[in-house]
Nanobody, 121 residues
Framework: QVQLVESGGGLVQAGGSLRLSCKASGNIFSINGMNWYRQAPGSQRELVAGITSGGTTNYADSAKGRFTISRDNANNTVYLQMDSLKPEDTAVYYC???????????????WGQGTQVTVYS
């Protein structure tokens, strides 16, 4: 009933920038939080940044000062602007929609399929 589709990943040199996008579609009434997670090979998935429907943001320490999360509530879309990228930012980045209320059906959490970000030095 709900799909999250990410885009914007790719290969970038250290110091460069990428902008990730994630659009949620389906039978959506409202979305509480929209978040970006990442998972590097051999590591656990970790929260990178999150934003509430009211615009309150939070960032992992590793993302502070370099990444900016933003959101378009009207279009159920969340963005992650990543600047000053480092090789250690290399991971699969996943979009998460937290407590999605539907016009019909139970509320739930949803995940995108992931987009690869690779930063080379």
């Amino acid at each position: 009933q709900v799909q999250l589709v990410e885009s914007g990943g790719g290969l970038v040199q250290a110091g460069g920038s990428l902008r990730l996008s994630c659009k949620a579609s389906g039978n959506i009434f409202s979305i509480n939080g929209m978040n970006w997670y990442r998972q590097a090979p051999g590591s656990q998935r970790e929260l990178v940044a999150g934003i509430t429907s009211g615009g309150t943001t939070n960032y992992a320490d590793s993302a502070k000062g370099r990444f900016t999360i933003s959101r378009d509530n009207a279009n159920n879309t969340v963005y992650l602007q990543m600047d000053s990228l480092k090789p250690e930012d290399t991971a699969v980045y996943y979009c998460n929609a937290d407590y999605v209320r539907l016009f019909k059906g139970p509320a739930g959490d949803y995940w995108g399929q992931g987009t690869q970000v690779t930063v080379y030095s």
